[in-house]
């Protein structure tokens, strides 16, 4: 696995104007659970520093689609290419090779270790003494502190341990972990789905900060409202197919509902006139 140096800032990444290939783009993919066809032949492409919203019903993929592209899932088939070069990943570790980050909803964060600690967990900055690898504490609250206050979150204490902090905090915290890594793409399954207004806020303004340095981001929401401040594009999709992608420009609300369950009452419909 790669090991960044610290938690340097990214490289600057082109622009969606200036690349010649999307950050990600699937196409065709297909996977099956037993007798759930969970995907039935998807595309989604993002761009280098966009922030594309996927939603859709339960159950519509939308979860099982991020995963595959997060290396959890094996498609059936398909294909996935990241700055126009095919790649397969075979595993999480593969994914994060390709520096694609996601962040789940049960966040996979350390309860019984501290703010600095969960930044690190997996790649903690050492030090040699004596020929002995030790944990580089001081550099790792520094480095911590820093790179928290460059996503301007702000955790008053961190040496105060995870699950001291509330829902909104360490979901800020899971986001800046995945951050850390500096990621192409960050996929990010429900973020706001548990969390106050104020905490909502504070995610909404981390996801901003991070597409304007060129990370691209998968949002998966059922709140629609949210989209509506952080989204270049909306995907939405229905029983494991992609049925509709808007520009957030050219959508509302109304329309977005409409999209979600229009499918299904026009498909209940068809089944009521078919007999
Ligand atoms: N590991 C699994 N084993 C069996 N079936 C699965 C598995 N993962 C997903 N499915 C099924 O695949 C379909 C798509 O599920 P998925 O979790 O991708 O939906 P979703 O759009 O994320 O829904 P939600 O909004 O409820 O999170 C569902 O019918 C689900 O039951
Ligand atoms: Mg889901």
């Given amino acids: 696995m790669q090991q960044p140096e610290g938690v340097a800032p990214a490289a600057p990444i082109p622009t969606a104007t200036s690349a010649a290939a999307p950050r990600i783009e699937v196409t065709g993919i297909k996977k099956r659970f037993g007798s759930i066809e969970a995907l039935r032949g998807v595309d989604l492409a993002v761009w280098p520093g966009e922030v594309v919203g996927l939603v859709g019903d339960n159950a519509a993929g939308k979860s099982t689609l991020t995963k595959i592209i997060s290396g959890a899932y094996v498609p059936d088939a398909g294909q996935i290419a990241v700055d126009g070069v095919p790649v397969t990943f075979?595993?999480?570790?593969?994914?994060?090779?390709?520096?694609?980050?996601?962040?789940?909803?049960?966040?996979?964060?350390?309860?019984?270790?501290?703010?600095?600690?969960?930044?690190?967990?997996?790649?903690?900055?050492?030090?040699?003494?004596?020929?002995?690898?030790?944990?580089?504490?001081?550099?790792?609250?520094?480095?911590?502190?820093?790179?928290?206050?460059?996503?301007?979150?702000?955790?008053?204490?961190?040496?105060?341990?995870?699950?001291?902090?509330?829902?909104?905090?360490?979901?800020?915290?899971?986001?800046?972990?995945?951050?850390?890594?500096?990621?192409?793409?960050?996929?990010?399954?429900?973020?706001?789905?548990?969390?106050?207004?104020?905490?909502?806020?504070?995610?909404?303004?981390?996801?901003?900060?991070?597409?304007?340095?060129?990370?691209?981001?998968?949002?998966?929401?059922?709140?629609?409202?949210?989209?509506?401040?952080?989204?270049?594009?909306?995907?939405?999709?229905?029983?494991?197919?992609?049925?509709?992608?808007?520009?957030?420009?050219?959508?509302?609300?109304e329309d977005l509902v409409g999209l979600i369950v229009g499918e299904k009452a026009r498909k209940l419909r068809g089944a009521t006139d078919g007999g």
């Fill in 90 to 253: 075979a595993d999480p570790a593969d994914a994060r090779d390709a520096r694609i980050e996601m962040v789940y909803q049960d966040l996979s964060l350390c309860d019984t270790i501290d703010v600095a600690g969960n930044l690190f967990l997996g790649r903690e900055p050492t030090r040699r003494v004596l020929g002995w690898r030790l944990l580089d504490k001081r550099r790792m609250a520094a480095e911590a502190k820093q790179h928290l206050d460059a996503l301007d979150i702000h955790i008053p204490n961190l040496g105060a341990l995870v699950a001291q902090l509330s829902g909104g905090q360490r979901q800020t915290i899971a986001i800046g972990r995945a951050a850390a890594f500096d990621p192409k793409l960050l996929i990010m399954d429900e973020p706001t789905s548990a969390l106050a207004v104020a905490e909502v806020d504070a995610v909404l303004r981390l996801i901003k900060r991070l597409a304007a340095g060129g990370v691209s981001i998968i949002l998966i929401t059922h709140r629609l409202q949210d989209l509506f401040r952080v989204c270049d594009r909306i995907a939405v999709m229905y029983e494991g197919l992609k049925v509709a992608e808007r520009r957030i420009d050219e959508t509302d609300l």
